[in-house]
Every structure is written in C-alpha cells, then in structure tokens.
C-alpha cells in the first residue's frame, strides 16, 4: 500500500507481493488442525 | 476490495472449517440429542435421598435389562458412595461385564466434585442441586479408575473408586 501510495498508482496484479511462503505457512496450521482434530477423534470413537 | 488469490483459499478454508464445526455441533445436539451431562435436571442438595436414584438402597451398582445396568453414585468430600455390600462395608469397586449399557447417574451433596473414569470417555461435573448422567457402553475390558478430577478440599487425592470391566 505505502508502494503504491507513492508511485500514485493503485494495486494490480503486476505489483502484488509474492504470498507462497504465507501460503505453504497457513496450509501448515491446516494440516496441523485436520490431523489433530481426527487424532481427538480417533481417541473418543476408540474408547 | 481487491484480495490476493491465497488469501481467498485461506479465507475459504477458514470459514468452511467454521462451517463444518458448526454443522457437527447441530447434527450432535439436534439430531443425534447430544447434550451436557448435566442438563437442567434439579435435585435438593440438602435431601438427595428424596430422589429414587439417591436412596440408601438404590446406590451402586443396578441391572436394570438384560445387558443394561445403571450406577447411582453420591458423591460428597471425599468419597464415591456406591452403596453397601452383604457385609455392610462400603462398596469401592463395582464389576460390569464388557459390552454392556451402562448409565451413570451422579449428584453431589456438599460441594463441586468431579467424576472421571480414567482412560473412558466418561467424564463429568458434578454440582450440588444437579443430577449429571452419563450413558455409554463398556466395550473394552479392563480395571478403570474413578476419580475426583475437580478439587474439592484437602481429601480431593483420596476420592476413588474402581469400575472393573470384565469379558464374559
């Protein structure tokens, strides 16, 4: 935003901020959510 | 407003999972009667004997079918009281065979106590003026422990008793 401010363009696709390792970061909280939620359940089904 | 293409799958993760969870949560309690353990059914603390479930006779262990059985249990600092044997002493175990529906039905008579039947999905609140009730069926054998898992005073550490399941 500050960029774009300055330049006094607004944002396009040719100046937006590169979010893949945001991305494999957040698929990493997702993959920790689904594989604790079924381990949990996993656990209450078995017992 | 202008978002990132991840930023859109994030978002649609976040409010799918949400949404799921939510939609679990109604099938469990709309569907299937999933409810608290305790849930709005009122005892006098002070003359828990009143109710059938909490007289002298009926407490402990209880067949009530075939494979059906229901455990009355009073619990007060600092002990289970799961009824008397022949003898008159105190019952501290209680045996059910492996399979069986079992139904505990558990108040307190003083203050908070809690009941947890280690290693079972048996766990519940017990506050005084309410009856918690739990429902479940004993599919694995072996020796449980039932314990006190809310401190409820200086004896909290002596508060047991012991459920053993056993194969037919």
Known sequence: MYMAKQTGKT?????????KGTM?????????LIISWFGVWGIFIAR | MHLHRYEKIWIIFGTGALL???????????????????CMVTIDPQNVQAHEAF??????????????????ILASA????LGKDENGAPVKTIRI????????????SDVIHGFELAGTNVNMML????????????DNPG??????????????????????????
């Open chain 2, 97 to 108: 065979p492996a399979g069986a529906k079992v139904t505990f039905q558990a108040t307190t």
């Open chain 2, 78 to 81: 600092f002990n289970y009281d």
């Open chain 2, 127 to 138: 506050e005084p003026g309410y009856i918690s009730e739990y429902e479940t069926t004993m």
């Open chain 1, 11 to 19: 944002s396009n696709s040719a100046h937006e901020p590169n979010l």
């Open chain 2, 55 to 72: 007289k002298e006779e009926n407490l402990g262990l209880n067949q009530v079918g075939e494979n059906e059985y229901v455990v009355n």
């Open chain 1, 24 to 32: 494999v970061a957040v698929m990493f909280v997702a993959a920790f």
């Open chain 2, 20 to 38: 799921a969870f939510l939609i679990i949560l109604g099938i469990g309690a709309f569907y299937q009667g999933s409810q608290p353990p305790s």
């Open chain 2, 143 to 168: 020796t449980y422990t039932l314990i006190c898992n809310e401190y409820c005073g200086t004896g909290h550490h002596l508060m047991y008793a012991t459920v053993e399941v056993y194969e037919e």
